[in-house]
């Protein structure tokens, strides 16, 4: 269901829109709680490591959190606009820019592991963990990075329910592995 903005109450439009994106945000860092909890297990090293790769993920997450504001701001002035095939082919190029600027730094981040992990500070076996953490995360990037921005299309749009359904779900899924 979308919202609306001009007809009706604009305050309850917005919460009915933050409710649902903060709680899929919440999921979203929560990720790497439950991850800190369960790697806490292990070790002191395994711990640091966790800890190395964080650093890493958060500046990786952070730059897709800046494509999908801009490809929200974009998407959703063209459906404000009532401009539906500008939105669609916005939103189709900025999936496939998603996805092929998360292979290439999945790529490049799994290639460069050792080399700017010690530039980082890291040594001896925590970069054997860093890897060991570092490699499955690279290698899901993409779909991750992808979902943030198709998410971030749909809730500009006005359907804000789906995307965070999915990130809770995703959320599910990491516990049940960890």
Known sequence: MTTNFLDGSTNKAMISMSVPISIGMLSTFLFQVIDTYFVGQLGAEQLAALSFASTVYFLL???????TIGVSIIVGTAFGETDFQ?????????????????????????????????????????????????VPLYSGMPLLMVSLVA????????????????????????LIFD
């Not at 996805?99 to 890291?122: D, E, M, R, Y």
């Not at 971030?152 to 990491?174: D, F, Q, Y």
């Open 61 to 67: 997450v952070g730059l897709f959190i800046g494509l």
């Open 86 to 134: 500008k939105g669609k082919c916005a939103n189709s190029i900025s999936i496939l820019l998603a996805l092929l600027l998360s292979v290439i730094l999945s790529g490049i981040g799994i290639i460069s592991i050792k080399p700017l992990f010690t530039i980082l500070g890291a040594s001896g076996q925590i970069l054997d963990y860093i890897a060991s953490y570092m």
């Open 151 to 174: 998410g971030g299309s749909l809730r500009s749009t006005g359907i804000v329910k789906a995307p965070e359904i999915i990130m809770g779900i995703g959320g599910i899924i990491n």
